[in-house]
């Protein structure tokens, strides 16, 4: 039998094991000096970052700029110590920009030089290479106005083979969160593909399919200019980056986690267009309304506004801080984080890693005499102490709290070691809310209700508090789905209320460890709407859907 020699094929096995080998020997010397590695080969080259270092000297001294975020430049080298390494970092660093230096090996070096033959035909204005150009992303907000028209820009996208696709993606997906007010975008890695969604009025919409090669690319993207590190895969990581539309900026938070598949991406869009609404736009009734506006301008007190995670307790918040902020008014917050910006009022926010909690937050604000105090959240007895003996040495206090409804304020406190006698002296009122998707004005359609839907709304409106009446009961409305609303029928959110008020019986129950339907049950004379009941009358009044209402809310509270 001969043994055939594939001398090709032997010279592929050399070439991948010298490659393997350079490989591993950078990684090992870039952990030595403490220098992050990056493997260039998945990695998008920006030409703007690549014209930075004339190709000869970059050839010289073995190193490529391979990404730019206004100043700061992206910097491979295979060897940093190198004298002509060293002199090219140098002319960059005198030239004003702000270098990030990574190693690699040569071979992502060659691939990288290898698109020094595009400068010749590439302008710097529009490179193709990949950045987030927020003068694009306003651009295409204007023109993307539902998730079909978002949906088909990126298929084009990704069809076309050009080297600005990856950028062009990324400015459309942010483009189409903001025209369309979407709270987060969502790329979660499959076995085959990458499934991208946008979040709208609190639902999660599909939008296409992005393959996984081309999810690298802009994985990648999105980590240099969030501040990410590259070459790390296995942590959860969080960074920022920001856009600017129509002359206002804004943050989008980059959060991203490691899964079975890959790593997982959530942008979260912070428009502050969605958080500045007025306290009279909340959607609470109009006895609610007048209690809460009579408390929270009190010079003393706490406001506590509970409910789960996204439910608008920090838009509810800073609603009730613009009502009551004055020039003459010295107003501190402590978050985490600090979502929204306003102006006129000190926010901190709180750093575990730096051990600045929300007890540290609150203690070092009470010293900057504050008249009032917005606490992101209080979660522990020792935030609570403080918080509530503030509200009893003349400050107005804010906060949240984790409970399904107002009347589980009381017995939460109680858990977290709270003395009963100073609850009722230091807590004013407690709020629950959720937000419910308002219909699309233009599609939603009038319909009869079931006879299972009547049945809800007559056991609901039966425990109206006593001067309160439906609109009607005899319609309902649906949602249908048009251009306006990106097809889902539903376009916005409004919030259902309930409340309770500190009174003598409040006051007098919760010194006996009450539960929250003994809580709630002795807050009925107050005369304030429950969650559902709030609910149904919007349902009623046409502002949203009975099925938003069940879904959100429920019927049986």
Known sequence: MAIQFNEEKQKEQLTDLRER?????????????????????????ELDA?????????????????????????????????????????????????VVLFMTERKGLEKAWARYKDLSFAHKENTGSITIASDEVSAQAKNLKTLADIAGVLRTELASKQSSRVSRMIETLLAGALATNASDIHMEPGEASVRLRLRLDGML???????????????????????????????AQDGRLSVKLEGVEIEIRTSIIPGAYGESVVLRVLNPKTIAVKMEELGMHPKLHALVEKEIKKPNGMVLTTGPTG?????????????????????????????????????????????????????SALRQDPDVIMVGEIRD????????N?????????????????????????????DPKIMSSAVTLALAQRLVRKLCPVCKKESAPTAEQKKLIEQTLAELPVGESAPQTAKAWKP?????????????????????????????????NPSEREIRAAGKPQGLLTMPQDGVLKALAGITSLEEVERVVGFNE
């Open 21 to 45: 080998e350079e490989r591993e020997l950078v990684q090992t010397q870039a952990e030595k000096a403490g220098i992050p590695y990056i493997d260039l080969i998945p990695t998008p080259i």
């Open 50 to 98: 690549l014209r930075l270092v004339p190709e000869v000297e970059a050839r010289a001294a073995q190193i490529s700029g391979f990404a730019i975020n206004g100043k700061k430049v992206s910097v491979a080298a295979f060897s940093p110590e190198k004298q002509e390494a060293k002199a090219a970092l140098k002319k960059l660093a005198g030239a004003g920009y702000e």
């Open 205 to 235: 919409n599909d939008i296409v399919a992005v393959p996984m090669d081309a999810f690298q690319f802009i994985l990648s993207r999105i980590k240099l200019v969030s501040g990410l590190k590259l070459n790390v895969r296995d942590e």
């Open 311 to 363: 439910s608008g307790k920090t838009t509810t918040l800073y609603a009730f801080l613009r009502k009551i902020y004055t020039p003459g008014t010295k107003v501190i917050t402590i978050e985490d984080p600090i979502e929204y910006h306003l102006q006129g009022i000190v926010q901190t926010q709180v750093n575990a890693n730096e051990k600045y909690t929300f007890l540290d937050g609150l203690r």
């Open 381 to 388: 007895s020792e935030t609570a102490g403080v918080a509530l």
């Open 390 to 418: 503030a509200s009893l040495t003349g400050h107005m206090v804010l906060s949240t709290l984790h409970t399904n409804n107002a009347a589980g304020t009381f017995p939460r406190l109680i858990d977290l070691g709270v």
């Open 480 to 512: 249908v789905g048009c251009a306006q609303c990106s097809e889902t029928g539903y376009k916005g959110r409004i919030g259902v209320f309930e409340g309770i008020a500190m009174d003598s019986v409040i006051e007098k129950i919760i010194r006996e």
